[in-house]
């Protein structure tokens, strides 16, 4: 299963599809909200070929520009460009126990220190937890997780979410979308 869905990293067709369906929920004046759990952009050839770079910017530039109230949540791991193309929001929001970085701590380990096995310590210096980005205003709420974590009650979880999007939605839609646009 994980093989088929490319490990959860999309493809430029992703991306390009998620746009094209935040631009008409800005058309219809409907909030936008995108949940993210991906290591990252899917890194194949065939996704660079079909212009992975570009659909990722594109996806940047464009919802920098929306009118609407965009919501983003990091409900498990959120890493590179990959994850950044659908959290350019009015909010970031991020479950207890996610992860939020520019990359993965692998990447990170091997690139500082030409060893990836270093991926601990790279965690530790990055500051990816929830804690650690709201402390450095990275993010803008932490969404309580259930006993034990997400995974184990979900329903639990599902109803924190919900409570923390129409808490956020509340308050952005008293704002113009000019004002929301030149907030993001």
């Known amino acids: 299963e994980n093989l088929a ?6 493809g430029p067709e992703g991306y390009r599809k998620a746009l ?5 929920a800005e058309k219809f004046r409907r909030p936008i909200f995108t949940f993210i759990d991906t290591a990252g952009a899917y890194p194949g050839l065939e996704a660079e070929e079909h212009g992975q770079g570009e659909a990722i910017a594109r996806n940047l530039f464009e919802m920098s520009r929306l009118t609407v109230p965009v919501i983003a949540v990091v ?83 599902i109803r924190q979410v919900d409570q923390a999007l129409h808490r956020q939605l509340a308050e952005l839609s008293k704002k113009s979308g000019t004002a929301l646009a030149a907030e993001r």
Not at 5 to 10: D, E, K, R
Not at 20 to 24: A, P, T
Not at 81 to 101: D, F, H, I, T
């Open 5 to 10: 869905c490319n490990f959860g990293m999309p």
């Open 20 to 24: 094209r369906l935040m631009k008409q």
């Open 75 to 157: 409900t498990g791991e959120g890493n590179s460009g990959g994850a950044l193309a659908l959290a350019v929001a009015n909010r970031v929001l991020m479950l207890e126990n996610a992860v939020y970085a520019v990359l993965s701590p692998e990447g990170f380990a091997t690139i500082l220190w030409k060893d990836a096995a270093r991926c601990e310590e790279a965690c530790e210096i990055m500051k990816m937890t929830a804690q650690d980005l709201m402390g450095l205003g990275v993010i803008d709420e932490i969404v309580l997780e259930p006993e034990g974590g997400a995974h184990l009650a979900p329903a639990i979880a």
